[in-house]
């Protein structure tokens, strides 16, 4: 049986683990930073860690990323992407009145900045008075309003959440926009499929230019383009070694072992660049996953 570690119960990756793998049994390890995600599978404590690493609303996860770029060596392994559905979540008989919820009666409101940032319009619109305050992640934030009843305390989460302390969605899906999705990947040391399952192939890598390179960027691009080799992502990030020092990060939909991805890094190689391969793996999309259940989350 694998052995999953994550987030606390309740939050987004824990659902997202749960749709992952369905009625497969795994052992899950719920921690409640993110750091001690990671390096759970650095330590032998887990087969693989779940990572969230980019949102529909906010892009890419900053800390995360960071993560796996500067402070763990472990491989990604699998990626897929599950919709991010936020609620407010808190005491029914606290905060209704003739059976309407009251929001003038909510003082405050805890959850992730993340999930937080993804709900900007309602909270704009129905909780100008609320004071916001942000914590380590949504799970975090519903066992803390759980723990202060009858203070006007609201937490920004899932449904699962929710059920888990003993509370109740005060207003469902309050995200911004409905097509709110996260792609989450597992990192550990050993590759993973799941049987049956249609999945694309993806290779992450990062590109670090050669200082004083004019054009070393348009040189790298244009290895990937002349060989037809879709570029679904590329981001720049801060190597940390010295102010303007970027590396690029870049998503291959194409397999680490094939005859043109592997031409395409000797050439760039070739250029002075250096190439680092964060992982080759399967990518699934949410309705290649489970496609009876395409209309949740719409």
Avoid at 15 to 34: C, M, S
Avoid at 186 to 201: D, S, V, W
Avoid at 284 to 291: C, G, I, N, R, V
Wanted: with cysteine; charged share 20%; glycine share 6%.
């Amino acid at each position: 049986m694998r052995t999953i570690a994550l987030l606390p119960e309740g939050t987004v990756s824990h659902e997202a683990v749960l749709y992952l793998f369905g009625d497969e049994e795994v052992r899950l390890k719920h921690y409640k930073q993110i750091s001690d995600v990671f390096l759970s599978v650095v330590n032998g404590e887990a087969d693989y860690s779940v990572i969230p690493v980019e949102n529909t609303i906010e892009g890419s996860v900053s800390l995360h990323m960071d993560w796996l770029v500067h402070e763990v060596d472990v491989p990604m392994q699998l990626e897929w992407v599950y919709p991010s559905i936020q609620n407010l979540i808190g005491r029914k008989n606290e905060f209704e009145s003739e059976g309407q919820v009251d929001y003038s009666r909510i003082k405050r409101v805890l959850s992730h900045p993340v999930a937080m940032a993804q709900c900007q319009q309602f909270i704009r619109t129905h909780l100008p008075q609320a004071e916001l305050e942000n914590v380590g992640s949504t799970a975090e934030a519903i066992q803390s309003v759980a723990s202060h009843a009858g203070e006007g305390w609201t937490a920004i989460g899932t449904v699962l959440g929710a059920e888990r302390y003993g509370l109740d969605p005060l207003a469902r899906k309050i995200t911004d926009h409905n097509n709110n999705f996260t792609r989450f990947v597992l990192i550990g040391p050993e590759k993973i499929e799941l049987a049956g399952r249609k999945a694309t192939r993806k290779t992450s890598i990062l590109v670090t230019l050669p200082a004083d390179f004019p054009g070393a960027l348009h040189q790298v691009l244009s290895a990937f383009a002349w060989r037809k080799l879709n570029l679904s992502r590329i981001e720049s990030r801060p190597t940390k070694k010295k102010l303007g020092n970027y590396y690029f990060y870049m998503d291959v939909l194409e397999e680490v072992e094939s005859i043109l991805l592997g031409a395409a890094v000797a050439e760039i190689e070739a250029l002075g660049c250096q190439v680092r391969v964060l992982g080759s793996y399967p990518s699934y999309t949410y309705t290649d996953l489970q496609p009876e259940l395409k209309s949740e989350g719409d």
